[in-house]
């Protein structure tokens, strides 16, 4: 198990003891399957939680899979698909944005309740959207990357920071994209 806290950035991570500390992760695929003692922030395009978490638990990614205990408030900004294991028991509220409603298994527990919004990927027309991201290309994983990153940036940092961010997450975004290091 990791004693204390644990910040790691990168393309994909296995977690299969505790964390005794807060947990932050950044990258492309978060898999995790024990249990976090403290907070938890996690922004990747796939994450799956199967230890629970003791903390809030705030995950942004694209599909996000939940199971086992967590004994405080859950929030999921997915723009795939939020899925709850049947054995989920959360013991604060489960708060997410996506693009549908989670089906929550008949014996899964939220204590807290459970509040859903629509995620609005981007505010943008589409047309807008192809020829914004057309200069970078036509691929769909960079364009999701892109808006997924900018959307991180955006819901995280404050105003002022987001400027000087936006490189940051272009780059993020188009290293995800191309599965090449930044």
Known sequence: SVAGDLRA????????????GDLFFAGFSMHKTGHIEGSTFIAAANTT?????SGPVTIYGNNVSLSGDFSGDVRVFAIGRLTLAPDVHIHGALVYEAPEMVKVPDTAVINGGVTYKVFLICPMPARRIHSHFSAYGSSSLRVSSELFCSRVCSRVFS?????ELSTVSLKIARAIS?????
């Open 9 to 20: 950035i990168g393309g994909s991570i296995d977690i299969e003891e505790s964390v005794r």
């Open 49 to 53: 939680l199967s230890g629970g978490a």
């Open 159 to 163: 105003r002022s920071l987001q400027g």
């Open 178 to 182: 191309s599965s090449r290091s930044f």
